[in-house]
Nanobody
């Protein structure tokens, strides 16, 4: 299973960006899909995640500005980021949790990460 992200870049404060992530491979189901971020010197932190039935959770710092969405048929997740602030600058990582996929040991529920995409917000 691979996760491929797209949509990062440089934007001015107050602007918008949309991140997308597509999971590929032999996938029977995915429990949660979400976005985490990590800036220099800090631990990776949750931004938002969404379950298969559409329930969402957001970090307090992004509530009201970011919106996560998911296409279960295409195994994709997107993050619409509005009103971006300088403190949103980080590498954003896509995560797929509880991915049911075949392994040499049979079907397993595994977690996967994308390679990361940089979001830089200039003030």
């Amino acid at each position: 299973v691979q996760l491929v992200e797209s949509g990062g870049g440089l934007v001015q404060a107050g602007g918008s960006l949309r991140l997308s992530c597509a999971a590929s491979g032999i996938i029977f189901s995915i429990n949660t899909m979400g976005w985490y971020r990590q800036d220099l010197g800090n631990q990776r932190e949750l931004v938002a995640y969404i379950t298969g039935d559409g329930s969402t959770t957001y970090a307090d710092s992004v509530k009201g500005r970011f919106t996560i969405s998911r296409d279960n048929d295409r195994n994709t997740v997107s993050l619409q980021m509005n009103s971006l602030k300088a403190e949103d600058t980080a590498v954003y990582y896509c995560n797929a949790g509880g991915v049911r996929t075949p392994t040499t040991g049979g079907l397993r529920d595994l977690d996967f990460w994308g390679q990361g995409t940089l979001v830089a917000v200039s003030s």
